[in-house]
Nanobody, 123 residues
Framework: QVQLVESGGGLVQAGGSLRLSCAPS????????MGWFRKTPGKEREFVAA????????SYNDSVKGRFTISRENAKNTVYLQMNNLKPEDTAVYYC????????????????WGQGTQVTVSS
């Protein structure tokens, strides 16, 4: 496992934007595929986006395509989730995740989870 810390959550009106950041511990960040999941009290855990260790491959939930962008800067040991045109249904706790294999993230089984950051979108 790798330790993960998310930041950047908050309260925003519908149509607004937020950028989440995740800073893993350790010095092997570039070896990990990274991703974001989200959870609300009334819904199951939901895959949001993932990015390969080199950044060449990205995956998105259909519900966020065209609105959210995942990116990473390995030299800064940071992964981002830029969220634009936010909708009330995007309200959730967002979790940073990591695994040595991208397929583990895409299949919903990442090896490491952060503590989460709350995103609330008002209508």
């Amino acid at each position: 496992q790798v330790q993960l810390v998310e930041s950047g959550g908050g309260l925003v009106q519908a149509g607004g934007s937020l950028r989440l950041s995740c800073a893993p511990s350790g010095r092997t960040f570039s070896l990990y595929a990274m991703g974001w999941f989200r959870k609300t009290p009334g819904k199951e855990r939901e895959f949001v986006a993932a990015i390969s260790w080199g950044g060449a491959t990205t995956s998105y939930n259909d519900s966020v395509k065209g609105r959210f962008t995942i990116s990473r800067e390995n030299a800064k040991n940071t992964v981002y989730l830029q969220m634009n045109n936010l909708k009330p249904e995007d309200t959730a706790v967002y979790y940073c995740t990591a695994d040595l294999k991208l397929v583990a993230l895409e299949s919903g089984k990442p090896g490491s989870w952060g503590q989460g950051t709350q995103v609330t979108v008002s209508s």
